[in-house]
């Protein structure tokens, strides 16, 4: 993680978070270890609980415990961990899924904060519904974080997860991509790039027009049900695939989400619909018998699979994200006080500089603009 690791280098040097206390409700992954080392070289206490108790790689979170108080192992029920953070009295917060700044909310002392980071689509959705009382940088919509960790990111962990679970060839199926934001696009291409016909389904006319000139075939769901052999949902809503589309499913189809809550894909409706039973046919993989000679084979229990089935992003992906966590909290302690209550981007100066440093990894050298050109620019803007 290259891009961190140069954050973590300069931190060292200038302490820029000394005596802050960080609290991180996040993925406990070999990846958030390092983002972890770097705020502690800040200069920061840290406290650290799973976002998603099935993703703890337990061995990360001994090896991190004496760096930071690391709360809880894989499989536990989060929440209690997540109240305990809470009542660390954090100074920063930094959430993927909004669990730890929801709770701090609902106790009324969000306003003790100098300010929270949000890393995932679904968590800045529930930030938004609230009368925040404390500013919020929005990660997530960062522009760098955007394309590493959305795109290219969930893209290619989800179809991971898919292949490690059940090892199908993607070859000549046809994969149903439903939701076409950010992360429906990274998994449409790279589900094509295998060899797979991509039948996207999305409700944003714009989103729709968008994969329907990048060359998908898209259509409602409900047609898709029946021709699709295998589905992700990744729409940040519930209940995009039910009842009615399990009635239309073929046999073998397989089902899998790719978004951060287990909602996606109607669980109590396959359930009821599993007429013969539920058997786990593989782990990670339970055959759910319709009864009338189909199965529907759901992934991971319909969590998200690119972490609960494979290993999630990879770092190279995780040190863009990171990256943009570790400035914007350093962004939150010098500024943080001046920001007004509710979700803010990340600023452009942050982005450019995480892909700067990025750039300067991968010995890629880029021109300046001259003097002439930024005057030519100065000039349209004075107009
Ligand atoms: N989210 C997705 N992949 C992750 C990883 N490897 N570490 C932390 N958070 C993640």
């Known amino acids: 993680m290259p891009v961190l690791r140069s954050i973590r280098a300069r931190f060292a040097r200038e302490q820029p978070l000394a005596g802050v206390r960080v609290a991180a409700c996040l993925h406990v992954t070999a990846e958030t270890a390092n983002l972890v080392r770097a705020f502690v070289a800040g200069g920061a206490e840290v406290g650290l609980c799973a976002a998603n108790p099935i993703s703890t790689q337990d061995d990360v979170a001994d090896a991190l415990s004496g760096e930071a108080e690391v709360l809880g192992r894989r499989g536990d029920d989060p929440v209690p961990h997540v109240i ?5 009295e954090p100074q920063v917060t930094l959430d ?31 930030l938004r519904a609230l009368e925040l009382a404390c500013p919020v940088l929005a990660v997530n919509e ?3 974080e955007r394309l590493f960790n959305d795109h290219y990111g969930t893209g290619q962990s989800t179809l991971d997860g898919i292949l490690r679970a059940t090892n199908l060839l993607l070859a000549g199926r046809t994969f149903v ?29 714009m989103r729709a027009l968008e994969a329907r000139m990048e060359g998908f075939e898209v259509m409602p769901a409900l047609l898709a ?8 949902t990744v729409t940040g809503s519930r209940d995009v695939l039910g009842t009615e589309h399990f009635a239309r499913m073929k046999d073998g189809a397989v089902l899998a989400n790719a978004g951060h809550f287990d909602i996606e894909i109607d669980l109590g409706a396959l359930r009821a619909a599993a007429a013969g039973g539920v058997r786990e046919v593989l782990p990670l993989v339970d055959s ?25 992003h990879p770092a190279a992906v995780m040190d863009m994200s990171f990256a943009n966590q570790a400035l914007a909290v350093e962004h939150l302690v010098r500024h943080g006080s001046e920001l007004a209550p509710g979700v803010h981007p990340v600023p452009d100066a942050v982005d450019s500089e995480v892909a700067r440093l990025k750039l300067e990894s991968l010995g890629v050298e880029i021109d300046e603009a001259t003097e002439g050109q930024l005057r030519y620019g100065e000039g349209w803007g004075r107009r």
């Open 177 to 205: 991509v439903v939701g076409y934001g950010w992360t429906g696009r990274g998994i449409a291409n790279r589900a094509r790039g295998a060899g797979a016909q991509v039948i996207v389904c999305e409700i944003d006319p």
């Open 288 to 312: 759910y018998d319709l009864g009338d000679g189909r199965r529907l084979n759901l992934l991971a229990s319909g969590r998200v699979v690119n972490l609960a089935a494979g290993q999630g």
């Open 84 to 88: 305990a953070l809470a009542a660390t």
């Open 96 to 126: 993927d899924g909004a669990d730890l700044l929801s709770v701090l909310h609902a106790q009324g002392r969000a306003g003790t904060l100098l300010g929270g980071t949000e890393e995932t689509t679904t968590g800045l959705v529930r």
């Open 225 to 232: 049900a029946e021709r699709g052999d295998v589905f992700v």
């Open 142 to 144: 960062a522009r760098t």
